[in-house]
């Protein structure tokens, strides 16, 4: 498989659940992100993994969880999320020879906190 | 005032028109300025960048920046159905990949 894969796709949950949204690159970059799309707003940058290090935490709450075990895999923990934190979370995989701002995203994962 | 600003839309054009799709952005420090388009149920995926003020084009697309007026646009010549998606505009600072968002302007090209 090829590209930027997210899993779910949907994802239902209670304000009091804990889920994890996966996300792998086959694309062999080095820099993962997260961002959040949510409807008439631009796409907020919420986490930003270089190597597997943390260099970005753009003010996101502490409910979101970022966990980047290899340069492949992107996870976000989910816990006593809020409605308002519904909406579409995005993958993303650049690699610095491809250009700047040079974005490979996923298909994302529609979040419904009910 | 967001740094970048685009209108929602939705734009609905005839095939075969010119589209223009345009962004305002306030950050002097931008220096490359990007396209994205996003199908519906897709990520966005990069349809081309421009490297400070001019044009730059790429079949039946050309990004244009005046930097002057700090304003971006997105010509579509001859468009098609296969085009209607939501078009998103981004501005990048010298380093990294930290790009700034608008929020997109959805375009429907009709039959």
């Known amino acids: 498989e090829t590209g930027v894969t997210q899993t779910p796709r949907h994802l239902v949950m209670g304000m009091t659940n804990k889920k994890s949204l996966k996300c792998e690159q086959h694309?062999?970059?080095?820099?993962m992100y997260w961002y959040k799309q949510s409807a008439k707003k631009p796409l907020e940058l919420m986490f930003v993994?270089?190597?597997?290090?943390?260099?970005e935490n753009n003010s996101v709450p502490s409910r979101f969880s970022p966990e980047c075990p290899n340069s492949s895999h992107l996870f976000l923990h989910l816990h006593t999320l809020q409605p308002e934190d519904s909406a579409l979370y995005l993958c993303?995989?650049?690699?610095?020879?491809?250009?700047?701002?040079?974005?490979?995203f996923g298909n994302g994962t529609r979040l419904t906190v009910t | 005032q967001k740094e970048v600003e685009q209108d929602p839309g939705p734009l609905s054009v005839p095939e075969g028109a010119i589209v223009s799709l345009n962004c305002t952005y306030s950050?002097?420090?931008?220096?490359?300025f990007m396209w994205y388009r996003q199908y519906s149920r897709k990520g966005p995926e990069l349809l081309m960048y421009?490297?400070?003020?001019g044009n730059k084009e790429d079949g039946r697309f050309t990004a244009q920046v005046d930097k002057s007026s700090k304003y971006i646009s997105l010509f579509i010549r001859d468009s098609q159905p296969s085009d209607s998606a939501t078009y998103l505009c981004?501005?990048?600072?010298?380093?990294?990949?930290?790009?700034?968002f608008g929020t997109g302007t959805q375009l429907k090209v009709e039959l």
């Open positions: 993303a995989s650049s690699q610095e020879w491809d250009g700047p701002g040079s974005l490979h």
């Open positions: 993994y270089n190597f597997k290090e943390q260099t």
């Open positions: 694309l062999g970059h080095n820099a």
């Open positions: 981004a501005g990048l600072t010298g380093g990294g990949n930290k790009l700034t």
């Open positions: 950050n002097s420090a931008f220096q490359y």
């Open positions: 421009t490297y400070s003020s």
